[in-house]
């Protein structure tokens, strides 16, 4: 990028010189004008090469102001051969590549309406020397016309469903017993805390609710809490009732970073998202950073049957052990096989991988980390990489299932249906109940990933259940 200030005025246009017309010759140049329709605004531009010789050239810019008075402006235009300026005169100047910006210097700041400005500057060129085709003063296309200002249409975001995720489980008949989301509301009747947020400046906190009943989250509140200083995301609410919260996950068979081994805790503002189109934030989980509840009311434990899903950033995981949400070890540690059963999302390939480079949705199943009934690799898990990913794992007794899809359009996909892993110990199963965020069921705390909502229930929910929620989830609006 080059930048030039100004130099006084060198030169005045003569006459005839300073006539507009479209890309014909005057004198030994070349002059183009340019006129175009602008919001609350108009303005015509008259460039006129006066003088040109190999390699280089000589123009003028004359700007009219057919709109409401300007203090102060900004003239761009693109070169079309790749012309570059090398001095400009009353005015100040920015290039880069063929992008042009002239601003004003504070003596031809105003310009009135009817009233003009000018100025000149010498350029370099090679091969060809033509006019630029268009001009914007201070952002409105100059065609000479006056457009009036066309107001901005306000687009109200659609009301919440009168159905959410756990009310469609609960007509189902697999009702949610864990309830979790940064974002928005799970019932359509919830109405309290989504999560909870404490500033680095003071160390207060600040529950974030959701704007209305079964509605998105109250993120200006947190934007107002937090502004100039750094939020992190002390809890998790449990809408289900249950008190099922998750908070910073203690030491287990891994220490974390945190002091007394605690896990870290995820920056409120690192992933911004919009759902029924208003801002909200998920849950960025950096390697270090993982939640936990230990202590649990109605998650299923031993064989019992259970469902979850997740809501994830598909583009965003690592190959560290272990992003999942879902069930696990009730004292932080590996207590053997079948002892958890969560949704792993990520590229690790160290304990069982899908078709492609990854990543995939896997059933994290302790001493296992499983795309189908085999123990390493199975064909039928694909990578899948939606920006917002939809995400399955669900289990009864000798069955359970892995499914996803795009979160923001579409349907879900069966990726594995079908008998527990052909590997002992996982028939039957021994679920503990706590529930974990973001790391393994030994507290390993390599992973990364971004999580915006999810919830488990009680029963092993049926596809037909599932296609419901997912249609909920597209409505939502993820973008």
Request: charged share 10%.
């Amino acid at each position: 990028m080059r930048q030039v200030t100004s130099v006084r005025r060198r030169a005045a246009l003569s006459a005839a010189s300073a006539a507009v017309v479209a890309l014909s010759t005057v004198g030994a140049g070349i002059a183009a004008a340019h006129v175009a329709s602008a919001t609350a605004a108009g303005c015509q531009v008259t460039y006129t090469v006066t003088n040109q010789w190999p390699g280089g050239f000589g123009a003028n810019v004359s700007v009219t102001n057919l709109g409401d008075p300007v203090n102060g402006w900004k003239l761009t235009w693109s070169f079309p051969a790749g012309q570059a300026i090398t001095q400009l005169w009353n005015g100040s100047y920015t290039q880069s590549g063929t992008q042009v910006t002239v601003a004003n210097v504070d003596y031809n700041a105003g310009i009135p309406s009817g009233g003009s400005t000018g100025f000149g500057f010498n350029g370099s060129w090679n091969g060809s020397n033509p006019a630029p085709s268009s001009f914007a003063l201070n952002g409105v296309t100059c065609t000479g016309d006056v457009s009036t200002p066309t107001p901005t249409p306000t687009v109200t975001p659609p009301p919440p469903p009168s159905r959410q995720p756990c009310d469609i489980y609960a007509a189902g008949g697999t009702p949610c017993v864990a309830a979790h989301s940064t974002t928005r509301a799970l019932y359509a009747s919830y109405n309290g805390p989504l999560y909870q947020v404490r500033r680095a400046s003071d160390n207060t906190t600040r529950d974030i609710g959701v704007l209305s009943a079964g509605g998105g989250a109250d993120a200006a509140t947190q934007d107002s809490f937090c502004a100039g200083t750094t939020c992190l995301i002390t809890i998790i609410y449990d809408q289900s009732g249950r008190n099922n919260r998750l908070t910073q996950a203690p030491p287990g068979g891994f220490p974390g970073p945190a002091p007394g081994g605690y896990d870290n805790l995820a920056n409120a503002a690192k992933a911004p998202t919009t759902v029924y189109g208003r801002r909200a934030y998920g849950v960025y989980v950096d390697p270090g950073v993982g939640y936990r509840n230990n202590t649990t009311n109605g998650v299923a434990k031993g064989d019992q049957p259970e469902g979850m899903y997740a809501i994830f950033d598909g583009t965003h995981y690592n190959g560290g052990c272990c992003f999942d949400y879902g069930n696990a070890e009730t004292n932080s540690r590996d207590n053997g096989n079948g002892t958890m059963e969560a949704i792993y999302f990520g590229n690790i390939k160290v304990w069982g991988y899908g078709a492609g480079n990854g990543p995939w949705i896997m059933a994290d199943l302790e001493n296992g980390l499983f795309s189908g009934v085999n123990q390493k690799y199975n064909a039928n898990d694909p990578s899948i990489s939606h920006r917002y990913l939809t995400a399955i794992i669900k289990g009864e007794p000798n069955h359970w299932s892995i499914r996803g899809g795009n979160a923001q359009s579409g349907n879900l996909s069966t990726f594995y249906n079908g008998p527990r892993p052909n590997v002992a110990g996982y028939n039957p199963m021994k679920k503990e109940g706590a529930i974990i965020l973001g790391i393994g069921g030994d507290n390993s705390h390599g992973a990364a990933g971004t999580f915006y909502e999810g919830v488990m229930t009680s029963g092993y929910p049926s596809d037909a259940t599932e296609n419901a929620v997912q249609a909920n989830i597209v409505a939502a609006g993820y973008r």
